[in-house]
């Protein structure tokens, strides 16, 4: 806050005790504005950090009129400025964050400025999650295994962290072997109202994940965004953001005793992605909501992004202070946080009608219409009934390749190959299960389904039932008070005999961390081009992410996994055939091991206890004795390695000056890849395994590495070698001019088939700019930085798409990459764009947001796109390069 203005909300400032003065809050219902009390709860978060950062410089008396006339401006595109509470990292995220703020240290300081001020002023967690693989499966020590080579993996990436915790001030490091990190926040860090600086008020945040929404299930309003946005919060920017509307979404009816939550949130994806919230938040009301502990409402708040949302909001409620008093928060907080939200009319009675708030729209769900499902095979939006999975997958076998097709030959439908497995003869088809995990932030912190795959594990050993040994079956719990509960309520056991031991505690299959399949498995799928099936408790099942060689990939509940696995194929129809036969020769079938929900819940209320909690989080920052005994570096700037393969100084500031340089136009440039619907940040900047033959591979083996060695795309985000050849180097990638899947193109200047980054390289070397065309929801997925700094390095300058997913848009802005966007109606196809045009896009001279500029072809063809840069914060940021030069001038000149 700016120490010259005070603040004019000073008035509503008051103690929420009168007998502690030093304890204060805005009390936004001293505001004396009817309007207040029908903002959505969402809403009034934003509004209390606009009241309170008030400044009339970041934060103005303007934007607290705005969000306050919420209903009115909710569809004008107003721009808001919203300060987080704090911000949260995980590693893949985290560590090019941390290397971005070490290289603007050394910036700030060739322009003379003071390298400290590149520093934290506000809370920032980051935990190390995603580096773990499932190496080692099937045995009771693989989770000490898979550890102890993801530690020897990372070393350098954990020294660097581990130095950045050292050198910067307000950033904590969760230590690997933790948890997932949004399970760690939601059972944690999450302090649902903060009390600080004398002061009381609600806790938010932004994250280096798009699952930081799972956050909203407890009422602590956060969203993803870009590492470089996340840095900007970081040190002390607000985040500008168009006020959004909100989609109220009404939950009635009881759910079947056979559903689970996982089921309910397949279900709202698939209806909200209809329902169209791509940059609405949507808060979840009505009698229902009651119902559903916060385990099951942070699930359906995780999964926010693959329905397209910012945020899927539960505001507080009794539900939720129980929640935390179950996992372990003290007394005097529960009170606090009750009491002040109570003050600021933020605590919640989903039974009370008279709460309801206004919404732009209201759509809604009858829990009792949930039926058992999963979704896929290649997006997490595509849901199908548990009792349609075998014709869905049959059907999908013959489409024509896309979404739902995999255009195999009717001829081959029924194709089997044997193979040889531990001296034993198996066979395997098209559907048939190869990977089984349960995984994931989504299901893996919560109790009832993680027990009830428990208990469906027990009645299957009990009916004698078991999981082929080809199967890669794993089982990565998001925090360790998952082991502990597991164990204690006497079902680990039951588990481990089916296959699924502890791997780690992480991400793992879900984010692509699978692990290597049986090489006789791998050489059958080869042998028959089968399409094999993953089948995990995940989030995300876009082509390539899980594993190169499953096609399919399901989204399921952890029992249906099981389930999955037992079976070993998805062509099943679980109703009207057994899931197997026993040693006894007797069918059995999947409802006769199904547990119910009142089962499920009777095992949760016994076993998961606060002392389980309090165990495993006291010691938390401090258990892992390879991360205690790791020595960093301690000086305040960091010492680069050039033989690193690893951590390596970006090039985003060389040669930058203190003088804005006007934008440039593009003109004659060519188009890198021609592309269609729904590329995802994991076809741009792949998470998974380095390919033997790809262009990162080439690199690394020059670096005296062998393939061994190459770890995963996601390890080396801290090394822009490795990530720029790692962009479009997804083998599921499909490039039009290709006509086929390959992370190759048409160096148009010569007609050459190249690789991505080679063919890029070319037109740099030839002073040619590259562009790319695109249809919808391009950049859908992960909020990866990568993904908007690869292409930059690769020389693109600008993106044409038919529509962006909001987090990708943001984070290309943030690159000085301009996202254009062709007008309503018009598509490549529509224009007869074929890609093999040149493209020049003149800039004017004035910018506005939202702006209609010409693109202008060699054929001598015109026609408008929009530019996407929606606020004038984000104009600011292109004009200077981009947002990590905009923050380096400024704390260059101060």
Known sequence: MSATVKNPFQHIVEPLDPNNPDQKFYNLSKLGDPRYDRLPFSIRVLLESAVRNCDEFLVKSADVESILNWKQTQTQAVEVPFRPARVILQDFTGVPVVVDLAAMRDAVMKLGGDPEKVNPVCPADLVIDHSIQVDFNRKSDSVHKNQDLEFDRNKERFQFLKWGSKAFRNMRIIPPGSGIVHQVNLEYLARVVFNQDGFFYPDSLVGTDSHTTMIDGLGVLGWGVGGIEAEAVMLGQPISMVLPEVVGYKLSGTPHKFITSTDIVLTVTKHLREVGVVGKFVEFFGPSVAQLSIADRATIANMCPEYGATAAFFPVDDVSIQYLQQTGRDAEKQAYITKYLKAVAMFRDYNNVSQDPDFTQVVGLDLTTVVPCCSGPKRPQDRIAVSDMKTDFEACLAAKQGFKGFQMAPERHNAAVPFQFNGIEYSLSHGSV?????????????????????????????????????????????????????????????????????????????????????????????????????????????????????????????????????????????????????????????????????????????????????????????????????????????????????????????????????????????????????????????????????????????????????????????????????TFANIRLFNKFMNKQAPQTIHLLTGETLDVFEAAERYQQSGVPLLILAGKEYGSGSSRDWAAKGPFLLGIKAVVAESYERIHRSNLVGMGVIPLEYLAGDTADSLGLTGRERYTIIMPEQLTPRMVVDVKLDTGKTFPVRMRFDTDVELAYFLHGGILNYMVRKMAEN
Not at 504 to 514: A, D, E, K, P, R
Not at 571 to 598: H, M, Q, Y
Not at 653 to 668: A, V
């Open 434 to 726: 190869v990977i089984a995990a349960i995984t994931s932030c989504t299901n893996t912190s919560n109790p009832s389904v993680m027990l009830g795959a428990g208990l469906l594990a027990k009645k299957a050993i009990e009916c004698g039932l078991s999981v082929k040994p080809y199967i890669k079956t794993s089982l990565s719990p998001g925090s360790g008070v998952v082991t502990s509960y597991l164990k204690e309520s006497g079902v680990m056991d039951y588990l481990s005999q089916l296959g699924f031991e502890v791997v780690g505690y992480g991400c793992m299959t879900c984010i692509g961390n699978s692990g290597p399949l049986p090489e006789p498995v791998v050489e059958a799928v080869t042998q028959g081009d089968l399409v094999a099936a993953g089948i995990l408790s995940g989030n995300r099942n876009f082509e390539g992410r899980v594993h190169p060689n499953t096609r399919a990939n399901y989204l399921a509940s952890p029992p249906l996994v099981i389930a999955y696995a037992i079976a070993g194929t998805v062509r099943i129809d679980f109703e009207t055939e057994p899931i197997a036969v026993n040693s006894e020769g007797k069918e059995i079938f999947l409802r006769d091991i199904w547990p119910t929900r009142d089962e499920i819940q009777a095992v949760e209320r016994t076993f998961v206890i606060p002392s389980m909690f309090k165990e495993v989080y006291e010691k938390i920052e401090k258990v892992n004795e390879r991360w205690n005994a790791l020595v960093a570096p301690t000086d305040k700037l960091y010492a680069w390695d050039p033989k690193s393969t690893y951590i390596k100084s970006p090039p985003f500031f060389d040669g930058l000056t203190m003088e804005l340089q006007p934008p440039k136009s593009i003109h004659d440039a060519c188009v890198l890849l021609n592309l269609g619907d729904s590329v995802t940040t994991d076809h741009i900047s792949p998470a998974g395994n380095i390919a033997r033959n790809s262009s990162a591979a080439r690199y690394l083996t020059s670096r005296g590495l062998s393939p061994r060695d190459y770890n995963s795309y996601g390890s080396r985000r801290g090394n822009d070698a490795v990530m720029a050849r790692g």
